[in-house]
T-cell receptor
Framework: NAGVTQTPKFRVLKTGQSMTLLCAQD?????MYWYRQDPGMGLRLIHY???????AKGEVPDGYNVSRLKKQNFLLGLESAAPSQTSVYFC???????????FGEGSWLTVV | AQSVTQLGSHVSVSEGALVLLRCNYS??????LFWYVQYPNQGLQLLLK??????LVKGINGFEAEFKKSETSFHLTKPSAHMSDAAEYFC???????????FGSGTRLQVQP
């Protein structure tokens, strides 16, 4: 049982480059989330999705785009990476009938 | 909007000592409250959650937390720390009607031998 899988795990980008982080979950969860984690700031919600084909902005959405074309996948895109986007990114998912959110193991992104 | 404050970014205890990690929330309506643990280079794992059923909530690994409405607190405790408890702990809140969580800034627990 893989749970929530994020790829890639590590990436170094140059300023202005673009990239996509892929999140896949095999638990048939309706809800999916992207968070970023920065020292001393906990986790902050970037975007989330309440179902296939839907997305919504979270607390810190600027500079990111997302897509949920398939229920099991939630993609996070950076169109033009900036050093301020250096962070650890966590994807998570949850079913509609419980409060438990399941997290992936994180993706470490460095923008130089 | 809901917010969560965790007092103390670092807490150090001796093995066998009481663990107390503090969390206060801001809300006039009792929210849903959670504690998550993050071990190095891993994702977050749910320790326990309060959803208004009982004020004292027991979680995994011997942790428990007590919801105190009068103090707007949800502190995490464990009677006797173990070396394996060394990790970062996050308090989180979920507003009624919303799915996403708002996290505190985290408390790193160090356990000394």
């Amino acid at each position: 049982n893989a749970g929530v899988t994020q790829t890639p795990k590590f990436r170094v980008l140059k300023t202005g480059q673009s990239m996509t982080l892929l999140c896949a979950q095999d638990m048939n969860h309706e809800y999916m989330y992207w968070y970023r984690q920065d020292p001393g700031m906990g986790l902050r919600l970037i975007h989330y999705s309440v179902g296939e084909g839907t997305t919504a902005k979270g607390e810190v959405p600027d500079g990111y785009n997302v897509s949920r074309l398939k229920k099991q996948n939630f993609l996070l895109g950076l169109e033009s990476a900036a050093p301020s986007q250096t962070s650890v990114y966590f994807c998570a998912s949850s079913p509609p009938d419980t409060d438990t959110i399941y997290f992936g193991e994180g993706s470490w992104l460095t923008v130089v | 909007a809901q917010s969560v404050t965790q007092l103390g970014s670092h807490v150090s205890v001796s093995e066998g000592a009481l663990v107390l990690l503090r969390c206060n929330y801001s809300s006039s309506v009792p929210p849903y409250l959670f504690w998550y643990v993050q071990y190095p280079n891993q994702g977050l794992q749910l320790l326990l959650k309060y959803t208004s059923a009982a004020t004292l909530v027991k979680g995994i690994n011997g942790f428990e937390a007590e919801f105190k409405k009068s103090e707007t607190s949800f502190h995490l405790t464990k009677p006797s720390a173990h070396m394996s408890d060394a990790a970062e702990y996050f308090c989180a809140v979920r507003e009624a009607g919303r799915r996403a969580l708002t996290f505190g800034s985290g408390t790193r627990l160090q356990v000394q031998p």
